[in-house]
């Protein structure tokens, strides 16, 4: 059983006195001169964060999450009915979370719309997602702040370098092991990206050659390609996200949709270098002290 610290009083009290804290958007958790508690009631719309909080053996501190829909198995610590259930990546419910009484809301990107909400309710607001551009670098940087606010910058660091070290190794493999492409199946359909997408950590950081060098993205859905234009691009690794899969929704799986005449004569098919990637991770989750590991991780075994 979860043990929750006791830290109603305090609660109450800063509310009574209009909150000496300010709310803050990414990084200023504004403690009004006074030595800032570690928050003890926290509620989070970033798997990224609730990852992190997990990794640094901080799960006692969170008493709520979004839940609903697919939960990543990388969250399964966050499982049991001590955890609330806020509701979902991009529609939690206000007067849920209002009710918890959060003093630290960690918000994901899906939500950032809703930073000026959550200020309303909790006097720390911090956001809890890396970015999708320099993934390694943006999520080191958050993961040092969050574990700042709770005093845990030691433990952090240590997993940080490890993350590291690993980006260097895969690094030193990828570099060599062809061109790449990443691609999305969807509804039934194939997008792509290339480099400078929300996917770029395959290419820039971890060193894979794309394929493409420039794929004109849809949104964050990446760019429509044609079997034949996947079949011209001819990539020797072929990196795949099922969406549908994912997100727990009905579709065709990645592997049906992919096993057809044109795919199959690329480089990549023929040389068994398909590699079908936790779509949870990298779709639902993006980041967070052991998801990325596991990301890289995951690249790393396709190319040795």
Not at 40 to 69: F, M, P, Q, W
Not at 176 to 201: E, N
Not at 293 to 301: G, P, Q, T, V
Request: charged share 25%.
């Amino acid at each position: 059983m979860k043990r929750f610290p006791k830290i109603v009083a305090a609660a109450a009290a800063l509310a009574l006195t209009g909150g000496a804290l300010t709310a803050c958007g990414t990084s200023d958790a504004q403690s009004g001169g006074a030595e800032s508690e570690v928050p003890s009631r926290v509620v989070l719309t970033s798997h990224a964060a609730a990852n992190t909080l997990d990794e640094l053996d901080l799960e006692d501190n969170v008493i709520g999450l979004v839940k609903t829909g697919v939960f990543p198995d990388a969250l399964s610590t966050y499982s049991g009915d001590e955890y609330t259930d806020i509701g979902s990546l991009k529609e939690p419910k206000m007067d849920v979370i209002a009710e918890l009484g959060p003093d630290l809301i960690l918000y994901g990107n899906r939500t950032r719309a809703m930073e000026p909400e959550f200020a309303k309710v909790s006097d720390q607001v911090v956001a809890g997602d890396p970015d999708t551009s320099d993934t390694v670098a943006s999520n080191r940087a958050k993961v040092e702040e969050i574990a700042a606010l709770f005093g845990e910058e030691d433990a952090a660091s240590e997993k940080l370098d490890e993350i590291d070290d690993q980006v260097a190794e895969t690094r030193g493999k990828a570099e060599g092991a062809g061109t790449a492409l990443v691609l999305m199946t969807s509804g039934g359909k194939v997008t792509g990206y290339g480099p400078g997408s929300r996917f770029d950590l395959i290419y820039n950081e971890l060193g894979m050659e794309p394929a493409a060098g420039n794929l004109e993205s849809e949104g964050s859905h990446g760019a429509p390609l044609s079997w034949e234009q996947i079949a011209e691009l001819n990539p020797d690794h072929v990196f795949v996200i099922d969406r549908d899969a994912a997100i727990g929704s009905e579709g065709e799986a990645a592997t049906a949709l992919l096993d057809n005449p044109v795919f199959n004569r690329t480089e990549a098919a023929s040389n068994g270098n398909v590699h079908i990637l936790d779509g949870q991770n990298w779709y639902l989750v993006g980041g967070g002290l052991g998801v990325l590991n596991s990301m890289i991780l995951e690249i790393d075994n396709a190319v040795s």
